[in-house]
T-cell receptor
């Protein structure tokens, strides 16, 4: 069955530190998609990135980077030089169309607190 | 701003009541999804509509129902409300039907059942 595990429930860092949020997934599909969403204190879910299972290239977007490793079924998210505005809950999600259609399966989320 | 709108933002009601949550997808998106976020269950998929038709069902209670109208907006109806239905309800939309498309989420409706 499809499953997403975010083992880190809470992480607290000091501003300018780098921080990595872990995401491990399970699926039997060979074609699947992985996502990261951010949920700031205001509550909305903000899309950050989408990755398909055939594209293992790491991606960098400003201070954000993502490391996709199929061999370990992981899709980790790193924030470089963290800022207070990065404080939020971050969710990793999986879409495995063959098994689950279009629905997203979410991890439990990681609460990131960046202290000044 | 994702382009997905949801009303109302907040809703307070009593047990046994019925409420309707409304969602308008992004322009051009044909798929609408409903998710529930609660402390004990996390983010759970409820139901998907595509161009007016129900396409997938998740952990949606029988007391809950949804529909998508010809103008593509969607409504989630929650009836015989219980305390445990208190949660943040999200609507999301995507362009197509197939899995893997990016889902953009609305701001959510926070429901409190007293």
């Amino acid at each position: 069955a499809q499953k997403v595990t975010q083992a880190q429930t809470e992480i607290s860092v000091v501003e300018k530190e780098d921080v990595t949020l872990d995401c491990v997934y399970e699926t039997r599909d060979t074609t699947y998609y992985l996502f990261w969403y951010k949920q700031p204190p205001s509550g909305e879910l903000v899309f950050l990135i989408r990755r398909n299972s055939f594209d293992e290239q790491n991606e960098i977007s400003g201070r954000y980077s993502w490391n996709f490793q199929k061999s370990t079924s992981s899709f980790n998210f790193t924030i470089t030089a963290s800022q207070v505005v990065d404080s939020a809950v971050y969710f990793c999600a999986l879409s495995d169309p063959q098994t689950s259609g279009s629905r997203l399966t979410f991890g439990e989320g990681t609460q990131l607190t960046v202290n000044p | 701003d994702s382009g997905v709108t949801q009303t109302p933002k907040h809703l307070i009601t009593a047990t046994g009541q019925r409420v309707t949550l409304r969602c308008s997808p992004r322009s051009g998106d044909l798929s609408v999804y409903w998710y529930q976020q609660s402390l004990d269950q996390g983010l759970q998929f409820l139901i998907q509509y595509y161009n007016g038709e129900e396409r997938a069902k998740g952990n949606i209670l029988e007391r809950f129902s949804a529909q998508q109208f010809p103008d593509l907006h969607s409504e989630l109806n929650l009836s015989s409300l219980e305390l445990g239905d208190s949660a943040l309800y999200f609507c999301a939309s995507s362009v197509g039907l197939a899995g893997g498309g990016t889902q953009y989420f609305g701001p959510g409706t926070r429901l409190l059942v007293l």
